[in-house]
């Protein structure tokens, strides 16, 4: 092989490798960037379920009263949890589903995806991984609804 060819294979082998190293770097900054945003969302959901009068400036008009409001904004803290341990690779789809189903046997948490699962829908949609959540939820809300 000539010292040229060895150098040429030497250089596309780095080079590989770096945008290797570059990529992984990227998914492992946009992990962190979900992380963080994720916890700015857990502790306004902490904050508004612990704070009457926080709660009441976000209570949607339909939501009959505060206390009601803040026991869904408790269920989406509970389903957010779980969200971010999905995404970050702690909960695979089967245990997805099996924690899905234990958050949805409580009343309150089917009531807060009546309210709000279309909107998660929405939200979810063109994010795979979002979306395979959210149906995960959907299937588990409607078991129990049938129970």
Same mark, same amino acid.
Request: with cysteine.
């Given at each position: 092989?000539?010292?040229?060819? #060895?150098?040429?294979?030497?250089?596309? #082998?780095? /080079?590989?490798?770096?945008? #290797?190293?570059?990529?992984?770097?990227?998914?492992?900054?946009?992990?962190?960037?979900?992380? /963080?945003?994720? %916890?700015?969302?857990?502790?306004?959901?902490?904050?508004?379920?612990?704070?009457?009068?926080?709660?009441?400036?976000?209570?949607?008009?339909?939501?009959?009263?505060?206390?009601?409001?803040?026991?869904?904004? %408790?269920?989406?803290?509970?389903?957010?949890?779980?969200?971010?341990?999905?995404?970050?690779?702690?909960?695979?789809?089967?245990?997805?589903?099996?924690?899905?189903?234990?958050?949805?046997?409580?009343?309150?948490?089917?009531?807060?995806?009546?309210?709000?699962?279309?909107?998660? #829908?929405?939200?979810?949609?063109?994010?795979?991984? /979002?979306?395979?959540?959210?149906? /995960?939820?959907?299937?588990?809300?409607?078991?129990?609804?049938?129970?």
């Amino acid at each position: 092989m000539k010292v040229s060819t #060895a150098v040429l294979l030497a250089g596309t #082998a780095v /080079a590989g490798i770096g945008t #290797a190293r570059f990529a992984q770097e990227r998914r492992h900054q946009q992990e962190r960037n979900h992380t /963080a945003l994720a %916890h700015k969302q857990l502790d306004w959901l902490k904050w508004t379920t612990s704070n009457s009068d926080l709660a009441k400036l976000w209570m949607p008009d339909d939501v009959d009263s505060v206390e009601e409001y803040q026991h869904m904004l %408790h269920a989406n803290h509970q389903l957010c949890a779980l969200s971010l341990r999905h995404r970050l690779g702690f909960v695979n789809d089967e245990k997805l589903r099996l924690l899905a189903s234990v958050l949805m046997a409580r009343e309150v948490t089917r009531n807060y995806w009546k309210r709000f699962g279309s909107f998660r #829908a929405e939200e979810a949609a063109g994010d795979k991984r /979002a979306e395979r959540f959210t149906e /995960a939820l959907d299937t588990a809300a409607r078991a129990h609804t049938t129970d």
